[in-house]
Nanobody, 120 residues
Framework: VQLQASGGGSVQPGGSLRLSCTAS????????MGWYRQAPGKQRERVAN???????NIAEVVKGRATISRDNAKNTVYLQMNSLKPEDTAVYYC???????????????WGQGTLVTVSS
């Protein structure tokens, strides 16, 4: 199983970005999918996650500016970030809880990270 993230880049303050992450490989079921970020010199923090039923949980630090969604048919999770601030600068990682068969345990997988830089 692999997670491939894309959509990072450089944007000016107040701008927007849409991150995507697609899971591939032998996948039976994807439960929770989410996004985390790690700024230089800081610990990784949760940004948002979404369950298979569509229920979302958005971190307070980005609430009102971030929207998470998923396309179950494409095994893809999205993160729309608006009104970006310099403090949103970080490497963004996608994460997914995946089972590879009906009897396998759920395993947490991580993408490789995509850099978001917010600067004027």
């Amino acid at each position: 199983v692999q997670l491939q993230a894309s959509g990072g880049g450089s944007v000016q303050p107040g701008g927007s970005l849409r991150l995507s992450c697609t899971a591939s490989g032998t996948i039976f079921r994807i439960d929770r999918m989410g996004w985390y970020r790690q700024a230089p010199g800081k610990q990784r923090e949760r940004v948002a996650n979404i369950k298979i039923d569509g229920k979302t949980n958005i971190a307070e630090v980005v609430k009102g500016r971030a929207t998470i969604s998923r396309d179950n048919a494409k095994n893809t999770v999205y993160l729309q970030m608006n009104s970006l601030k310099p403090e949103d600068t970080a490497v963004y990682y996608c994460q997914a809880d995946i089972s590879t068969s009906w009897h396998s345990v759920v395993t947490s997988y991580w993408g490789q990270g995509t850099l978001v830089t917010v600067s004027s």
